[in-house]
């Protein structure tokens, strides 16, 4: 599996979009291809096994992710539908990273059939990370946003 084809790939990715698959892991003992997707636009990692070195490196990043993320607190979608993080294309952003934001506050729309739904914010802090795209497709329960907590 070195060397992948990309007519494999876009076979694995017409795969998994013909059978509304959301992941396809191949693993040949030597490489790991993952193929994951998003609902919309899949995306492909290729990886190898980590050596020794490498996997205290990995374990090290990974406790340090959970350290940062232990401070963060996610705000996720409670529907599906596209992301605005504006309420009109002329007009600025709900918040941007680093705003510091209210219980309460609208922080984006999601527009779903036609209907335009704001988002407000359930706690106060300030804005860490907007992890959807303007427009996106955004998914039940994916992450919109990272507050750190005041």
């Known amino acids: 599996?070195?060397?992948?084809?990309?007519?494999?790939?876009?076979?694995?990715?017409?795969?998994m979009q013909n059978n509304e698959l959301t992941e396809i892991d191949l693993d040949d003992g030597e490489v790991v291809l993952v193929v994951k997707s998003n609902g919309y636009k899949p995306v492909?990692?290729?990886?190898?096994e980590p050596d020794e070195n490498q996997t205290e490196e990995i374990a090290a990043e990974e406790e340090q992710k959970i350290e940062d993320t232990k401070k963060l607190t996610p705000i996720v979608s409670n529907m599906i539908g596209l992301y605005f993080s504006k309420p009109s294309p002329n007009e600025a952003p709900f918040v941007k990273v680093g705003d510091t934001i209210?219980?309460?506050?609208?922080?984006?729309?999601?527009?779903?059939?036609?209907?335009?739904?704001?988002?407000?914010?359930?706690?106060?802090?300030?804005?860490?990370?907007?992890?959807i795209e303007d427009g996106k497709p955004v998914e039940y329960g994916q992450v919109i946003m990272y507050i750190e907590e005041e």
């Not at 609208?106 to 804005?127: A, F, H, P, Y």
């Open 102 to 131: 209210k219980e309460g506050q609208t922080i984006c729309i999601i527009e779903t059939i036609k209907l335009m739904n704001k988002i407000t914010s359930d706690i106060s802090g300030k804005v860490a990370e907007i992890c």
């Open 44 to 48: 492909i990692k290729e990886k190898t």
């Open 1 to 15: 599996m070195k060397n992948i084809e990309p007519e494999y790939i876009k076979k694995l990715i017409e795969i």
